[in-house]
């Protein structure tokens, strides 16, 4: 469940009740289902994240859209080793500019770091986001605010795990199941009882 009560901008606040801003998100394992997010308020509302990882950065076609899809497509690149790209106020900790890997040797990296003569292993990440939201009044903004909050948490979700890497490198699945239900019981607290923490949305 993801609330948005506190983070959106005040003339969201104003037009929508409290509970249209509480959102269902399902996600599964599997890495060919997408990540769903609905709201039980709107119907007519939905956001679907499409996700393909793959070691070839070239693909053009990553998501096999139809003609018709292909026409509104709008392509964003998010280089997590752009200096413009990483948030005012990042730290050596989340910035890949700056972070250098003590396990590994990585980093830090420069604005198009895969061009410039790395030979070593990576992974792009493909997301496609459909969002629908037939709002009167308030579609058009809604929709684009959406798609700009999701570039901006993909680029920050990606500089985050290439930083916290000497965190993650080496761990095994079972490990990733146990870190995995400890933050869920830990994002269940802070939810029930905790302050207001993540993101604010951004007009």
Request: a negative charge.
């Amino acid at each position: 469940m993801l609330s948005l009560v506190e983070k959106v901008p005040g003339v969201v606040r104003a037009l929508a009740p409290s509970s249209a801003l509480i959102f269902n998100e399902y996600a599964w394992m599997p890495i060919l289902l997408p990540t769903v997010i609905t709201n039980n308020f709107m119907e007519s509302f939905n956001v679907t994240v499409e996700s393909l990882h793959s070691p070839d950065i070239t693909l053009e076609m990553a998501h096999r859209l139809s003609p018709a899809e292909l026409k509104g497509r709008e392509v964003v690149t998010i280089d997590i080793g752009s200096p413009e790209q990483c948030e005012a106020g990042s730290t050596p900790e989340d910035n890949p500019t700056i972070f250098r890997s003590v396990k590994t040797g990585r980093g830090p990296l420069c604005p198009s770091w895969w061009t410039k003569g790395y030979s070593g292993q990576m992974m792009c990440a493909y997301k496609l986001v459909r969002c629908e939201c037939r709002i009167p009044l308030l579609q058009g903004r809604l929709e684009s605010m959406i798609q700009k909050q999701e570039r901006r948490l993909f680029a920050n979700f990606h500089r985050q795990v290439f930083c916290w890497i000497d965190r993650w490198i080496g761990m095994t699945i079972e490990d990733i199941r146990n870190l995995e239900e400890q933050t869920r019981l830990e994002l269940e607290e802070q939810r029930a009882k905790g302050s207001l923490r993540g993101h604010c949305v951004e007009e």
